[in-house]
């Protein structure tokens, strides 16, 4: 009997410590699998931040493209704006006022003898108007009171351009009073000389220089010069 309960005695102590050796394996191996578990999570937390965090710098990029846009865009407004001041300032984009004929009551007009070409005067129209005027042509010339046609022009001084005058600007034209060589027909003294330019219906008698001056059939008249040197070339 003895033998027999110890042998029991130590079966029943075998299989408890059997059972404490399994059970230990198990706790060990839940333990085990409980760190794996943690560290994949923990890649898996990492990965979800990074994704947020590198969608916030991806959108962090856009958003400083939108700023470049909106930066190129102000740019672009302050451009036009610059060009438009420069517009004005320079007058660009607005058109002038054309230029008007002079008017004959605001322009002074004179006649001098000059010493050479020989039988010549210079007469002088000066804008006395206070804005810009142009002298279109030649002016018109009635000698004397029983004239029946005006001076004819001579083609030859014809300018490229018309005369423009600034206020208080001259243009001149030569007067050929006759033929250098006496070969002219009709000659004869005047004592008057009427002035008519383009654009005034209305002439402006002139006084002529010494009271009077000899004309004949070889008188002729330039155009409109901008200045005296030239208009005595003919």
């Not at 930066?71 to 060009?83: H, N, R």
């Amino acid at each position: 009997m003895n033998v027999t309960a110890y042998r029991r005695g130590r079966t029943v102590r075998t299989i408890a410590a059997s059972m404490l050796a399994v059970a230990a394996l198990s706790v060990t191996a839940a333990c085990s699998g409980g760190g794996d578990g943690g560290s994949d999570n923990a890649g898996k937390a990492n990965s979800s931040a990074s994704a947020p965090a590198s969608k916030d710098n991806q959108g962090g990029k856009d958003n400083q493209g939108g700023k470049e846009e909106v930066t190129g865009g102000a740019a672009g407004d302050a451009g036009v704006k610059d060009a438009k001041s420069q517009t004005q300032k320079s007058g660009g984009g607005s058109e002038s006022e054309p230029v008007g004929d002079c008017d004959i009551n605001k322009t002074a007009i004179s006649l001098q003898n000059v010493k050479s070409p020989v039988n010549h005067m210079l007469l002088k129209a000066t804008n006395k108007a206070g804005v810009d005027c142009k002298l279109v042509g030649y002016p018109g010339l009635k000698f004397g009171a029983e004239a029946q046609a005006a001076t004819p022009v001579n083609e030859d001084s014809k300018p490229q351009a018309v005369v423009m005058l600034a206020p208080g600007e001259s243009a001149y034209a030569g007067i050929t009073t006759s033929a250098a060589d006496g070969s002219g027909a009709e000659g004869g003294e005047v004592d008057s000389l009427e002035v008519f330019i383009d654009g005034s219906e209305d002439p402006k008698p002139v006084e002529l220089p010494g009271g009077s001056v000899y004309v004949d059939s070889a008188a002729k008249v330039t155009y409109w010069q901008t200045d005296a040197q030239t208009a005595l070339t003919w």
